[in-house]
């Protein structure tokens, strides 16, 4: 009876429900922190739980965001692994570009078994552009004018060689049968810088996010050949159809998730887990989801976690693949 009150008293509570075990007591001082500097992805993927969670009532005390650049989250992965390795408020903004970057050993000496992955609450999807005026009016056009002279097609992306981007874009070339690596590839700023130069002119195709790209597809601007999802995305993009519908596998969700510590307790992890699943069935979260241009894509706990390995497999052979 005194072990039970103590740990009462304590605030570490334990209930079982069926083989989950999850803490009662909620993080008393709740951080997520972002791999790099304010007003990215990583701040967008702090925010939307900080946000929502305290709204939801999920939590009482305020979410702290905190930044740690470098390496494009490869800093951030290994301090928590060094030094915050056990610590139960912490949760660390992820995204699929972590799992490229860890699959071409862009972490460092770690890999994706060195922390908890904790749960992806949303994803943008990769998609290809042309100009409003390029005469490719379906992926297959554009694939079959690929294969016949793939070095008159200059392919602009928001990220060097090997990014999400770069990645992108080779699986048009692969689509094409040509070597990714001798793909035409044009490494820009961002996706604004993708969009001036496809309107310019510059080059033929854009490898970019459904949400960025979006808007300027119902203006007219641009035109978005395909999604790279397994079903049509909602709203502005219902139009658009998938490459998977076009007759091709190529499929890239850019999710939003979180990881913890290895050595975070399990009554730790799966209160997390516990709050992102009731977090996800809320308006409030509902309302941060479409006001930060992600679209619905819940993965949590275990799922989550054999998720992220099996993405770093598939990425590990697309570099192969595209000779990186």
């Known amino acids: 009876m005194k072990r039970i009150l103590l740990t009462f008293l304590a605030g570490t509570v334990v209930a079982?429900?069926?083989?989950l075990s999850v803490?009662?007591?909620?993080?008393?001082?709740?951080?997520?922190?972002?791999?790099?500097?304010?007003?990215?992805?990583?701040?967008?993927t702090?925010?939307?739980?900080?946000?929502?969670?305290?709204?939801?009532?999920?939590?009482?005390?305020?979410?702290?965001?905190?930044?740690?650049?470098?390496?494009?989250?490869?800093?951030?992965?290994?301090?928590?692994?060094?030094?915050?390795?056990?610590?139960?408020?912490l949760i660390t903004a992820a995204s699929s570009g972590s799992a490229l970057l860890i699959a071409q050993g862009k972490f460092g000496k770690y890999d994706e078994t060195a922390v908890r992955w904790l749960g992806a609450l949303g994803a943008d999807y990769?998609?290809?552009?042309?100009?409003?005026?390029?005469?490719?009016?379906?992926?297959?056009?554009?694939?079959?004018?690929?294969?016949?002279?793939?070095?008159?097609?200059?392919?602009?992306g928001g990220g060097a060689v090997g990014s999400q981007d770069w990645m992108k874009g080779s699986l048009l070339a692969k689509a094409a049968n040509q070597e990714p690596k001798k793909m035409r590839y044009v490494a820009l700023e961002g996706g604004g810088a993708v969009l001036t130069a496809l309107e310019g002119g510059h080059v033929k195709v854009g490898a970019g996010d459904a949400a960025e790209m979006a808007k300027h597809h119902?203006?007219?601007?641009?035109?978005?050949?395909?999604?790279?999802?397994?079903?049509?995305?909602?709203?502005?993009?219902?139009?658009?159809?998938?490459?998977?519908?076009?007759?091709?596998?190529?499929?890239?969700?850019?999710?939003r998730g979180y990881y913890v510590g290895k050595d975070v307790s399990d009554a730790d992890y799966n209160w997390w887990v516990a709050a992102f699943e009731k977090l996800t069935k809320t308006p409030e979260f509902a309302k941060e989801r479409e006001t930060r241009g992600l679209f619905e894509f819940t993965k949590l706990g275990a799922d989550f976690d054999a998720y992220v390995k099996e993405d770093v497999v598939r990425f590990k052979a697309l570099a192969k693949d595209a000779g990186m």
């Open 46 to 89: 702090c925010r939307l739980v900080a946000n929502s969670l305290l709204a939801s009532k999920e939590i009482s005390t305020p979410m702290a965001v905190t930044y740690m650049e470098g390496g494009v989250g490869a800093v951030a992965y290994n301090h928590v692994i060094g030094k915050r390795g056990k610590d139960g408020n």
């Open 126 to 156: 990769g998609v290809l552009v042309v100009s409003s005026d390029s005469p490719y009016k379906t992926l297959g056009e554009l694939v079959e004018a690929y294969k016949a002279d793939p070095n008159s097609f200059a392919i602009a």
């Open 23 to 44: 803490a009662v007591a909620e993080p008393t001082k709740p951080e997520c922190l972002a791999g790099a500097k304010p007003g990215g992805g990583f701040d967008l």
């Open 218 to 255: 119902v203006a007219g601007k641009v035109r978005i050949l395909a999604v790279m999802s397994d079903k049509r995305l909602p709203g502005e993009l219902a139009d658009v159809p998938t490459a998977k519908e076009q007759g091709y596998e190529i499929d890239w969700p850019v999710w």
């Open 16 to 19: 079982s429900f069926g083989n």
